[in-house]
Protein backbone atom coordinates (compact mmCIF):
# COMPACT_ATOMS: atom_id res chain seq x y z
CA UNK A 1 0.00 0.00 0.00
CA UNK A 2 1.32 3.52 -0.75
CA UNK A 3 1.66 5.96 1.77
CA UNK A 4 -1.79 7.98 0.90
CA UNK A 5 -3.53 4.41 1.12
CA UNK A 6 -2.60 3.52 4.37
CA UNK A 7 -3.52 6.99 5.48
CA UNK A 8 -7.16 6.53 3.91
CA UNK A 9 -7.47 3.12 5.51
CA UNK A 10 -6.44 4.74 8.78
CA UNK A 11 -9.31 7.39 8.57
CA UNK A 12 -11.46 4.84 7.37
CA UNK A 13 -11.22 3.58 11.43
CA UNK A 14 -10.60 6.06 13.33
CA UNK A 15 -14.55 8.16 12.90
CA UNK A 16 -15.24 6.89 16.58
CA UNK A 17 -13.37 8.47 19.68
CA UNK A 18 -12.87 4.68 20.88
CA UNK A 19 -9.97 3.80 18.48
CA UNK A 20 -6.83 3.61 20.55
CA UNK A 21 -4.71 1.49 18.28
CA UNK A 22 -3.25 1.09 14.87
CA UNK A 23 -2.08 -2.88 14.62
CA UNK A 24 0.34 -3.23 11.60
CA UNK A 25 1.93 -6.13 10.61
CA UNK A 26 2.83 -7.83 7.07
CA UNK A 27 5.37 -10.00 5.05
CA UNK A 28 9.10 -9.30 4.38
CA UNK A 29 9.06 -6.95 1.16
CA UNK A 30 12.03 -6.98 -0.26
CA UNK A 31 10.87 -4.17 -2.70
CA UNK A 32 10.57 -1.77 0.20
CA UNK A 33 12.86 -0.17 1.13
CA UNK A 34 13.60 0.66 5.85
CA UNK A 35 12.55 4.39 4.83
CA UNK A 36 9.22 3.23 4.10
CA UNK A 37 8.77 1.88 7.58
CA UNK A 38 9.80 5.21 9.11
CA UNK A 39 7.56 7.16 6.58
CA UNK A 40 4.66 5.00 7.19
CA UNK A 41 5.28 5.22 11.21
CA UNK A 42 5.84 8.35 10.99
CA UNK A 43 2.85 9.97 8.90
CA UNK A 44 0.15 8.26 11.01
CA UNK A 45 1.83 9.37 14.56
CA UNK A 46 1.40 13.19 12.79
CA UNK A 47 -2.16 12.89 11.55
CA UNK A 48 -3.53 10.82 14.72
CA UNK A 49 -0.64 11.25 17.16
CA UNK A 50 -3.38 9.88 20.11
CA UNK A 51 -3.46 6.43 18.47
CA UNK A 52 -0.89 3.90 19.77
CA UNK A 53 1.08 1.86 16.93
CA UNK A 54 1.38 -1.67 17.73
CA UNK A 55 3.46 -2.39 14.79
CA UNK A 56 6.16 -5.61 13.31
CA UNK A 57 6.69 -9.00 14.80
CA UNK A 58 10.10 -9.82 15.85
CA UNK A 59 10.58 -11.54 12.58
CA UNK A 60 9.89 -8.22 10.74
CA UNK A 61 12.05 -6.70 13.06
CA UNK A 62 15.22 -8.62 12.43
CA UNK A 63 13.94 -8.35 8.62
CA UNK A 64 14.23 -4.05 8.69
CA UNK A 65 17.62 -4.56 10.60
CA UNK A 66 19.45 -6.52 7.97
CA UNK A 67 17.61 -4.24 5.70
CA UNK A 68 18.75 -0.79 6.71
CA UNK A 69 22.65 -1.86 7.36
CA UNK A 70 21.36 -1.32 11.35
CA UNK A 71 22.02 -3.35 14.77
CA UNK A 72 18.37 -4.47 16.24
CA UNK A 73 19.28 -1.66 18.70
CA UNK A 74 19.27 0.94 16.08
CA UNK A 75 17.02 -0.52 14.08
CA UNK A 76 14.17 -0.21 17.03
CA UNK A 77 15.50 3.23 18.33
CA UNK A 78 14.85 4.23 14.59
CA UNK A 79 11.30 2.59 14.46
CA UNK A 80 10.82 3.88 18.54
CA UNK A 81 11.49 7.55 17.18
CA UNK A 82 9.15 7.35 14.13
CA UNK A 83 6.39 6.68 15.56
CA UNK A 84 6.52 2.38 17.17
CA UNK A 85 4.75 2.44 20.04
CA UNK A 86 4.83 -1.47 20.93
CA UNK A 87 5.60 -4.79 19.56
CA UNK A 88 2.78 -7.56 18.87
CA UNK A 89 3.70 -11.04 19.69
CA UNK A 90 3.58 -12.73 15.96
CA UNK A 91 5.89 -14.58 14.74
CA UNK A 92 7.25 -16.74 17.42
CA UNK A 93 4.79 -19.85 15.95
CA UNK A 94 6.49 -22.74 18.52
CA UNK A 95 10.22 -22.78 19.19
CA UNK A 96 11.10 -26.45 18.99
CA UNK A 97 13.61 -26.56 16.23
CA UNK A 98 12.60 -30.34 15.59
CA UNK A 99 9.29 -27.97 14.09
CA UNK A 100 10.45 -25.00 12.86
CA UNK A 101 12.59 -26.98 10.92
CA UNK A 102 9.98 -28.78 9.15
CA UNK A 103 7.26 -26.02 8.84
CA UNK A 104 9.21 -23.25 8.52
CA UNK A 105 12.93 -23.40 7.90
CA UNK A 106 13.56 -20.19 6.85
CA UNK A 107 12.03 -17.75 9.30
CA UNK A 108 13.77 -16.30 12.23
CA UNK A 109 14.98 -18.91 14.65
CA UNK A 110 13.67 -19.73 18.10
CA UNK A 111 16.57 -17.77 19.29
CA UNK A 112 16.18 -14.71 17.24
CA UNK A 113 12.72 -13.89 18.14
CA UNK A 114 13.78 -14.25 22.01
CA UNK A 115 16.90 -12.11 21.13
CA UNK A 116 14.78 -9.55 19.58
CA UNK A 117 12.17 -9.61 22.28
CA UNK A 118 15.40 -8.98 24.48
CA UNK A 119 16.73 -5.99 22.87
CA UNK A 120 12.73 -4.64 22.24
CA UNK A 121 12.34 -4.57 26.19
CA UNK A 122 15.63 -3.23 27.25
CA UNK A 123 14.82 0.02 24.90
CA UNK A 124 11.98 0.13 27.15
CA UNK A 125 9.37 -0.84 24.62
CA UNK A 126 6.61 -3.33 25.55
CA UNK A 127 5.53 -6.45 23.50
CA UNK A 128 3.07 -9.14 23.63
CA UNK A 129 4.11 -12.73 22.99
CA UNK A 130 2.18 -15.74 21.09
CA UNK A 131 2.41 -19.81 20.51
CA UNK A 132 0.83 -21.02 17.29
CA UNK A 133 -0.83 -24.45 18.32
CA UNK A 134 -2.69 -27.14 16.96
CA UNK A 135 -0.62 -28.30 14.48
CA UNK A 136 2.49 -30.80 14.32
CA UNK A 137 3.96 -29.99 17.65
CA UNK A 138 3.92 -32.05 20.68
CA UNK A 139 2.87 -31.17 23.95
CA UNK A 140 5.96 -31.23 25.66
CA UNK A 141 7.13 -28.60 23.05
CA UNK A 142 4.20 -26.68 23.87
CA UNK A 143 5.40 -26.70 27.36
CA UNK A 144 8.82 -26.09 25.92
CA UNK A 145 7.62 -22.81 24.59
CA UNK A 146 5.89 -21.35 27.35
CA UNK A 147 8.97 -22.13 29.61
CA UNK A 148 11.20 -19.75 27.30
CA UNK A 149 8.95 -16.84 27.50
CA UNK A 150 8.37 -17.70 31.10
CA UNK A 151 12.77 -17.41 31.25
CA UNK A 152 12.59 -14.31 29.33
CA UNK A 153 10.08 -12.65 31.24
CA UNK A 154 11.69 -12.94 34.50
CA UNK A 155 14.95 -11.64 32.79
CA UNK A 156 13.27 -8.71 31.02
CA UNK A 157 9.76 -8.24 32.84
CA UNK A 158 8.91 -6.19 28.97
CA UNK A 159 5.75 -8.87 28.06
CA UNK A 160 2.20 -7.59 28.44
CA UNK A 161 0.09 -10.71 27.58
CA UNK A 162 0.47 -14.16 26.35
CA UNK A 163 -1.77 -15.41 23.07
CA UNK A 164 -2.19 -18.54 22.68
CA UNK A 165 -3.30 -18.48 19.03
CA UNK A 166 -5.52 -21.39 17.58
CA UNK A 167 -3.75 -23.25 13.94
CA UNK A 168 -6.57 -22.25 11.13
CA UNK A 169 -5.47 -25.03 8.41
CA UNK A 170 -7.39 -24.03 5.57
CA UNK A 171 -5.53 -22.57 2.38
CA UNK A 172 -1.99 -23.87 4.25
CA UNK A 173 -0.02 -26.86 3.34
CA UNK A 174 -1.62 -28.43 6.41
CA UNK A 175 -5.24 -28.11 5.12
CA UNK A 176 -5.93 -31.88 6.00
CA UNK A 177 -4.93 -31.43 9.78
CA UNK A 178 -8.51 -30.98 11.44
CA UNK A 179 -8.95 -27.61 14.08
CA UNK A 180 -8.07 -27.74 17.37
CA UNK A 181 -11.48 -28.77 19.90
CA UNK A 182 -12.66 -26.22 22.22
CA UNK A 183 -11.34 -28.62 25.16
CA UNK A 184 -7.27 -28.02 23.52
CA UNK A 185 -8.18 -24.60 23.35
CA UNK A 186 -9.69 -24.28 27.00
CA UNK A 187 -6.59 -26.30 28.53
CA UNK A 188 -4.03 -24.56 26.21
CA UNK A 189 -5.43 -21.48 28.10
CA UNK A 190 -5.90 -22.95 31.47
CA UNK A 191 -2.32 -24.07 31.35
CA UNK A 192 -1.12 -21.20 29.88
CA UNK A 193 -2.30 -18.74 33.08
CA UNK A 194 -0.59 -21.67 35.39
CA UNK A 195 2.53 -22.10 33.62
CA UNK A 196 3.05 -17.69 32.92
CA UNK A 197 2.83 -16.99 36.37
CA UNK A 198 5.01 -14.02 35.60
CA UNK A 199 2.74 -12.45 32.86
CA UNK A 200 0.06 -9.98 34.41
CA UNK A 201 -2.45 -10.94 31.15
CA UNK A 202 -3.40 -13.88 29.25
CA UNK A 203 -5.35 -13.12 26.01
CA UNK A 204 -8.38 -15.10 24.51
CA UNK A 205 -8.16 -13.80 20.66
CA UNK A 206 -11.52 -13.83 19.94
CA UNK A 207 -10.84 -13.99 15.89
CA UNK A 208 -9.71 -16.91 16.04
CA UNK A 209 -11.65 -18.84 19.00
CA UNK A 210 -15.38 -17.28 18.15
CA UNK A 211 -17.11 -15.20 20.23
CA UNK A 212 -18.67 -18.22 22.54
CA UNK A 213 -15.51 -19.97 23.40
CA UNK A 214 -13.51 -17.11 24.43
CA UNK A 215 -16.52 -15.94 26.68
CA UNK A 216 -16.22 -19.36 28.21
CA UNK A 217 -12.34 -18.87 28.47
CA UNK A 218 -12.83 -15.97 30.92
CA UNK A 219 -13.52 -19.15 33.03
CA UNK A 220 -10.42 -21.14 32.56
CA UNK A 221 -7.61 -18.12 33.18
CA UNK A 222 -7.97 -15.44 30.37
CA UNK A 223 -8.59 -11.74 31.80
CA UNK A 224 -8.36 -10.15 28.10
CA UNK A 225 -10.62 -10.88 25.23
CA UNK A 226 -8.89 -8.35 22.83
CA UNK A 227 -10.57 -5.32 21.36
CA UNK A 228 -13.19 -4.76 18.90
CA UNK A 229 -11.00 -5.16 16.22
CA UNK A 230 -11.97 -3.72 13.15
CA UNK A 231 -10.84 -5.37 10.26
CA UNK A 232 -8.16 -8.80 10.33
CA UNK A 233 -6.75 -10.43 7.25
CA UNK A 234 -4.43 -13.20 8.40
CA UNK A 235 -6.68 -15.45 10.30
CA UNK A 236 -9.12 -15.15 7.62
CA UNK A 237 -6.91 -15.83 4.63
CA UNK A 238 -6.85 -19.18 6.92
CA UNK A 239 -10.27 -20.02 6.45
CA UNK A 240 -12.05 -18.15 9.52
CA UNK A 241 -15.56 -18.12 9.60
CA UNK A 242 -15.38 -15.56 12.48
CA UNK A 243 -16.63 -11.69 11.88
CA UNK A 244 -14.03 -9.17 11.60
CA UNK A 245 -15.92 -6.79 14.28
CA UNK A 246 -17.31 -7.06 17.67
CA UNK A 247 -18.63 -3.79 18.84
CA UNK A 248 -17.76 -2.74 21.99
CA UNK A 249 -21.76 -2.97 23.07
CA UNK A 250 -20.83 -6.85 22.25
CA UNK A 251 -17.90 -7.66 23.65
CA UNK A 252 -19.24 -5.50 27.16
CA UNK A 253 -22.71 -7.96 27.24
CA UNK A 254 -20.29 -11.04 26.47
CA UNK A 255 -18.15 -10.33 29.45
CA UNK A 256 -20.57 -9.55 32.07
CA UNK A 257 -23.09 -12.76 31.06
CA UNK A 258 -19.52 -14.43 32.15
CA UNK A 259 -20.50 -13.15 35.10
CA UNK A 260 -17.09 -10.48 35.38
CA UNK A 261 -16.60 -7.07 35.30
CA UNK A 262 -15.90 -5.38 31.79
CA UNK A 263 -12.82 -3.32 31.96
CA UNK A 264 -11.66 -0.63 29.50
CA UNK A 265 -7.53 -0.51 28.97
CA UNK A 266 -5.24 1.31 26.70
CA UNK A 267 -2.88 -1.54 24.36
CA UNK A 268 -0.26 -0.77 27.42
CA UNK A 269 -2.57 -1.47 30.24
CA UNK A 270 -1.63 1.97 31.70
CA UNK A 271 -4.92 2.85 31.90
CA UNK A 272 -7.79 0.56 32.90
CA UNK A 273 -11.15 2.11 33.54
CA UNK A 274 -14.16 -0.22 34.67
CA UNK A 275 -17.18 0.56 31.99
CA UNK A 276 -20.22 2.09 33.33
Known amino acids: MSLDDILKRASEGTNSAYV ?41 IAYLAELSGLSTKNTLLALKEAGLGSLPGGGAEVFSKRLRGELCAEKLSAE ?28 GER ?12 ETGGFMSFIPLAFHPKNTDL ?3 PMTTGLDDLKTLAISRLMLDNFTHIKAFWIMLGEA ?31 QLLTRKQLIRLIREAGYLPV ?7 QQREVA
Open 20 to 60: KEFHIVGGLNTALPFSYYLDMLSALKEKFPNVHIQAFTAVE
Open 112 to 139: GWLSVMRQTHALGLRSNATMLYGHLESY
Open 143 to 154: LQHLIALRDLQD
Open 175 to 177: NTR
Open 213 to 243: LAQISLSFGVDDLDGTVVEEKITHAAGAVTS
Open 264 to 270: ERDTLYV
